[in-house]
């Protein structure tokens, strides 16, 4: 919950907007840096999730390096400060653009989801006159056992290199001279909160990353992506992820030599919880069926549950207290869609025209996902030091 200090600040701002609480964003990115030193593992921060440059300005400072998947997240990363050395830049469809951009700026590595991407990232560096450093991202087509359409490392969904291409990929990087291969990239989706399995990932890494060696492949990184899901149910309660124990399955499960850099990509576990969105209730409809608490964000704001039924706690935190009788409301948004709605009835306190309503850890996959629909106004953002 918030403190009063943080209330009142809410009321002067001008809602609908985003409040990032970057102390708790350092809290967190403290828990994570500690757990993860402890095995010399390296962290990158996936922008996707948040690109807000005073949130990567605070993840920079824990010498977190940087995941992008687009040339604008590599310039972001960039103009922020992270060190080029510890960018890298995924994605299933990069631009020759991007690509191009990318070698100028001579980051870590691409990962790469295709042999017809190495051809071209090949033909670009040598027109440069470079050599490309790249990690082969691989579908392990391991279950995320997440939400279908956040899963990404089964055989069905679109991303990365299959087993079947192992010997054809093997083949064209010993004919491109311009590429290097620093290692091997797995990501098998987002949100995953059961450990087992990272478990299953990492017996499934180990096999390949032998396959690559034993072919004459050398793996210096073993990029295991990101995923780690985090409680939208107890965001006070649960407000750090449990890293310790994460950090630890990896330790134990997967198999490296002294010499080989294990690397992550964490985006939700590091952001989610440090955001929410706060917004104001601009008319209560009270129906013979259902009551309606009509905020002025909406699915331009918050996609998530719209799209995918996503869960996200909602709480009205202008009322608190026992004494105040509470009611069943269907949150929703102003926009024209059936699917602007935050929540189905979510028992509030009684609730009112101008009252405050939290809707919690939205800092992972919120604001980069806002749309203008409906030509709404661009979202604000408020810092909580
Ligand atoms: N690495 C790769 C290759 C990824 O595709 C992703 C996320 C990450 C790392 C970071 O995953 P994380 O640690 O945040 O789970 N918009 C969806 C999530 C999409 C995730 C896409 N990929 C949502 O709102 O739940």
């Known amino acids: 919950m918030f403190s009063n200090e943080q209330l009142n600040k809410f009321q002067s701002e001008e809602t609908p907007f985003y409040y990032y609480d970057l102390s708790l964003l350092s809290a967190t990115l403290k828990a994570c840096t500690t757990a993860s030193d402890k095995y010399g593992f ?38 922020i400060g992270f060190n080029k050395n510890q960018i890298v830049f995924a994605g299933v469809g990069k631009s020759d653009a991007e690509i191009n951009f990318g070698l100028d ?39 995320a056992y997440t939400h279908k359409y956040i899963t990404t490392g089964l055989e069905e969904n679109k991303f990365g290199i299959n087993q079947w291409e192992f010997d054809k990929v093997v083949t064209s990087l010993k004919s491109l001279p311009n590429i290097k291969c620093v290692g091997l990239h797995f990501h098998i989706g987002s949100q995953i909160t059961d450990f087992n399995v990272f478990k299953s990932l990492c017996v499934k890494v180990n096999d390949i990353v032998k396959w690559f060696t034993d072919r004459g492949v050398a793996i210096k990184v073993i990029n295991v992506g990101g995923g780690l899901g985090v409680d939208y149910y107890e965001p006070d309660s649960k407000s750090i992820v449990d890293f310790e ?72 935190i202008s009322k608190s207290g026992n004494s105040v009788k509470s009611k069943n409301y269907d949150v929703v948004g102003p926009i024209c869609e059936s699917t602007d709605c935050f929540g189905k009835a979510v028992e509030l306190p009684e609730t009112q025209r101008g009252d405050l309503i939290a809707i919690r850890t939205a800092g992972a996959y919120g604001e980069v996902m806002a749309s203008n629909y409906n030509l709404r106004n661009k979202v604000n953002v408020v810092y909580g030091e």
């Open 105 to 143: 700026n001579d980051i870590f590595c691409f990962n790469v989801e295709s042999i017809q991407e190495l051809e071209v990232i090949n033909e670009l560096a040598a027109k440069k006159g470079k050599t490309a450093q790249v990690a082969l991202r691989i579908n392990p087509n391991v279950n």
């Open 245 to 316: 124990t994460y950090f630890k399955i990896f330790d134990s499960f997967l198999e490296r030599t002294a010499q080989q850099e294990v690397h992550f990509e964490l985006g939700r576990a590091l952001v989610a919880n440090s955001g929410a969105l706060i917004s104001k209730v601009l008319f209560v409809k009270n129906g013979q069926v259902t009551n309606f608490a009509i905020l002025d964000a909406g699915m331009t704001e918050l996609m998530r549950p719209a799209l995918y039924q996503a869960y996200h706690k909602i709480q009205n």
């Open 42 to 79: 390296h962290v990158h921060y996936a922008l996707k999730a948040n690109v807000d440059k005073r949130v990567l300005a605070t993840i920079k400072s824990y010498n977190i390096g940087a995941d992008c998947v687009s040339g604008g997240e590599v310039k972001r990363a960039l103009e």
